[in-house]
């Protein structure tokens, strides 16, 4: 039996291991992506501004790309694996995209629909899941990221109310959302809140000045005495297990979207170095930009295979918090690597928005760092191995 070609776009032929329903949901996110995003996030990323985020928003949905590895209350019920393929397409557009749909569906969804009661499932998802209510998470705070045990947001009981109190920082879809849940400390630990965005004392400035994740709505968000009712508190978990597995789920999004800006700027690199000519011949003739896209093509598929991995273990149940670490740690780290290398390949047009290699390794700068910094995913590992917590 003769052996198939090589592919140069998929070189260790991991598309064997997809099914007809996973190539399905790739093609589909891929075409949505080259359609509505891929024309027009340059000049997004330029003006710092993502218009026209409620119709893409409605136009994921139509897509079942909202909350798609959730099951019920209008969720697609995608598998792991099909939400990782999702992810990678999206962010190969932007990581601004690929954030939008991470943070709707991998953190305020699945908090909900993890924790939340069959009310609040039944009143946000539905809608949430169409992209009609866009949801935000709020944890970190300006003086609290990667010790979110010591949050100062707090709620206080009020007779039957809640009254909520605090700031969060770099919050994703913050003033654009409809809902958010916030973690707050309260007299029995820390517990989630569903919020309204329309509630008194709430408000959500944006915050303006990046030079990272450009094509992405970040804002503050500040709540002054928000009053609630006593059911807008998740009341399924209490303490940090709470936030810190909806992280887990949404960190698993970046493991392979992290792979989607990488193979972006790689195939830019690889188109570009086949046609342009120096010293007489395209520089992916010599040797050194030879070597250069053979080290990026190696670190591209490998962490393709982990995502594929990572996901296979999700669908099985089996994935753990540590192996989502491993897969955060490892994918970013590479994935901006592979973008330093592309932009050195094509040298001075590597910094112009006419490329996408620059936007994407100043977005990666961010992803690095969000929902994990490379530190603590470090110290998860270290404690994994070692049985031994170095975390303070």
């Known amino acids: 039996m003769p052996l198939p070609p090589f592919d140069p776009a998929d070189p260790l032929g991991i598309d064997d291991l997809l099914q007809p329903e996973d190539l399905a949901v790739r093609d589909t996110v891929r075409r949505w992506a080259a359609d509505r995003v891929l024309p027009y996030v340059a000049e997004w990323y330029e003006t710092g501004e993502l218009p026209g985020i409620r119709e893409l928003a409605r136009e994921l949905g ?15 019920g995608a598998s792991a694996v ?7 397409e999206l962010e190969a557009a932007d990581s601004g995209i690929r954030s939008l749909v991470s943070v709707q ?7 909900i629909h993890r924790y939340g009661s069959e009310e609040q499932k039944q009143n946000w998802l539905p809608r949430m899941a169409s992209g009609e209510v866009i949801g935000c998470f709020g944890l970190t705070e300006p003086d609290h990221g990667s010790d979110p045990a010591s949050m ?28 958010a849940v916030v973690w707050a400390g309260t007299e029995d630990g820390i517990r989630g809140f569903v919020v309204p965005t329309d509630s008194p004392g709430f408000s959500a400035p944006v915050i303006k000045h990046k030079l990272s994740l450009r094509a992405s709505v970040t804002s503050e968000l500040v709540m002054d005495e928000v009053r609630l009712p006593a059911d807008a508190v998740l009341p399924e978990v209490t303490g940090l297990r709470g936030p810190l ?14 792979m989607g800006a990488a ?15 120096q010293f007489g011949r395209p520089i992916g003739g010599f040797q050194l930009t030879q070597a250069k896209l053979a080290d990026m093509a190696v670190e591209l598929h490998k962490g393709i295979l982990l995502a594929h991995h990572l996901g296979r273990r999700m669908d099985a149940g089996r994935l753990r918090p540590e192996q989502v670490s491993f897969g955060k740690l490892n994918n970013v780290r590479e994935a901006i690597d592979i973008c330093r290398t592309a932009r050195t390949i094509l040298g001075a047009n590597g910094i112009s928005l006419e490329y996408p290699i620059m936007r994407h390794a100043t977005n990666l700068e961010s992803v690095l760092t969000y929902e994990g910094t490379v530190e603590m995913h470090q110290l998860v590992l270290g404690k994994a191995l070692t049985g031994l917590d170095a975390f303070r």
């Open 105 to 111: 569906g991998s953190l305020a969804m699945y908090a």
């Open 152 to 179: 100062r947001t707090y709620a206080k009981r009020d007779g039957g109310d809640w009254v909520l109190t605090g700031r969060k920082m770099w919050i994703t879809n913050g003033s654009v959302a409809g809902v």
């Open 263 to 277: 193979r972006s700027c790689f195939e830019t690199a690889v188109d570009y170095a086949k046609s342009r000519e």
């Open 245 to 258: 597995s909806c992280l887990s789920h949404a960190r698993y999004g970046i493991v392979w979207g992290s």
């Open 82 to 88: 099909q939400y990782g393929l999702a992810c990678l």
């Open 62 to 76: 139509s897509i079942g790309a909202l909350g798609m590895s959730l099951s019920g209350y209008g969720c697609a």
